[in-house]
């Protein structure tokens, strides 16, 4: 079972930034894949930004561009750099660990709490 714990949320004007972070903890070994995604009032989750463990990124065509995808394995922390923040971002983030690909024990969807994050015009 893996713990996810994201910070870094807060209230910013449209253009503005933060930085949000992800720090993983219980069982580390089944941690690959991580991805953010974010749902805003009244929609679906979307995926944000995804990356591998080897480092390899994917973004939503929204983001690519102004969001930034990173990890520090040594850590076991995700981050996400979300650059010229528009008000259409303003959403609670969350942060997901999914199953293994290869560890069978480590079957788990795993996801944090989420951090609010609210953009003002």
């Known amino acids: 079972q893996v713990q996810l714990v994201e910070s870094g949320g807060g209230l910013v004007q449209a253009g503005g930034s933060l930085r949000l972070s992800c720090v993983a903890s219980?069982?580390?070994?089944?941690?690959?894949?991580m991805g953010w995604y974010r749902q805003g009032p009244g929609k679906e989750r979307e995926l944000v930004a995804n990356?591998?463990?080897?480092?390899?990124?994917y973004y939503a065509d929204s983001m690519e561009g102004r969001f930034t995808i990173s990890r520090d394995n040594a850590k076991h922390t995700l981050y996400l750099q979300m650059n010229s923040l528009k008000p259409e971002d303003t959403a609670v983030y969350y942060c997901?660990?999914?199953?293994?690909?290869?560890?069978?024990?480590?079957?788990?969807?795993?996801w944090g709490q989420g951090t609010q994050v609210t953009v003002s015009s």
């Open positions: 997901n660990a999914g199953p293994h690909p290869v560890y069978v024990v480590c079957d788990e969807d795993n």
């Open positions: 990356i591998t463990s080897g480092g390899s990124t």
């Open positions: 219980g069982d580390t070994i089944c941690i690959s894949a």
